[in-house]
């Protein structure tokens, strides 16, 4: 998917354990976003970055936070996983105008 | 990749038919819209783009037009494929440029 990859592809987690998804990409471009997908909601938009060290709040970012050290990673935690974060995230990059998107993490939280 | 069994909308037509689906945005302030398709275990991707200051936008097969008195979009797929078969989720970038707000999807079934 354009030099975009998300890991891991699917996870299986414990309520209350802290979890970390990653995005990686190699097309140096300056935005990055984290979506979760969900039945009925479509994609909402959690957290986003607009350079390094550069992030922002989305409609649900409740319970996540993200951090981006390098241009290239951008990581999504849930500090304390709740069935409710039972979702498939996607990983998006953009350079201004529409994004391309990783392939997504399918997390279970049980 | 990955996709989630969505409670959509859907349009089933016959392949070699045309398609349109619709789709209603909600903020007047956004300038940029987008077009995507989601294939079952796949992410989003880009299909076509149209900003305000147009109407219609054509692309290979598919054509966007967009109605910005009732905050209305439409994309229409030509001869409508089995490879076509996916959610097609329409979305908006409000009032930021670089961030988007995406519809709840439709569903496409292409009965050969």
């Known amino acids: 998917d354009a030099g975009i990859t998300q890991s891991p592809r699917h996870k299986v987690t414990e309520t209350g354990t802290p979890v970390t998804l990653r995005c990686h990409q190699t097309e140096n471009h300056r935005y990055m976003y984290w979506y979760r997908q969900d039945p009925g909601h479509g994609l909402r938009l959690i957290h986003y970055?607009?350079?390094?060290?550069?992030?922002d709040k989305g409609e649900v970012s409740d319970g996540y936070s993200v951090s981006r050290s390098k241009t290239e990673d951008f990581l999504l935690t849930l500090e304390s996983a709740t069935s409710s974060q039972t979702s498939v995230y996607f990983c998006?990059?953009?350079?201004?105008?529409?994004?391309?998107f990783g392939s997504g993490t399918r997390l279970t939280v049980v | 990749g990955e996709s989630v069994g969505l409670h959509l909308p859907t349009l089933s037509v016959q392949e070699g038919d045309n398609s349109i689906i619709n789709c209603a945005y909600s903020?007047?302030?956004?300038?940029?819209f987008i077009w995507y398709k989601q294939e079952s275990g796949k992410g989003p991707q880009f299909i076509i783009d149209i900003r305000s200051n147009m109407d219609k936008r054509q692309g290979q097969r598919v054509t966007v037009l967009l109605n910005k008195t009732v905050k209305h979009l439409s994309l229409q797929i030509a001869a409508t494929q089995p490879g076509d078969s996916a959610v097609y989720f329409c979305a908006e970038n409000g009032e930021n440029f670089n961030k988007f707000y995406f519809g709840s999807g439709t569903k496409l079934n292409v009965k050969p």
């Open positions: 998006a990059i953009s350079e201004g105008y529409g994004y391309t």
């Open positions: 970055s607009y350079g390094v060290k550069d992030t």
């Open positions: 903020n007047s302030a956004s300038d940029y």
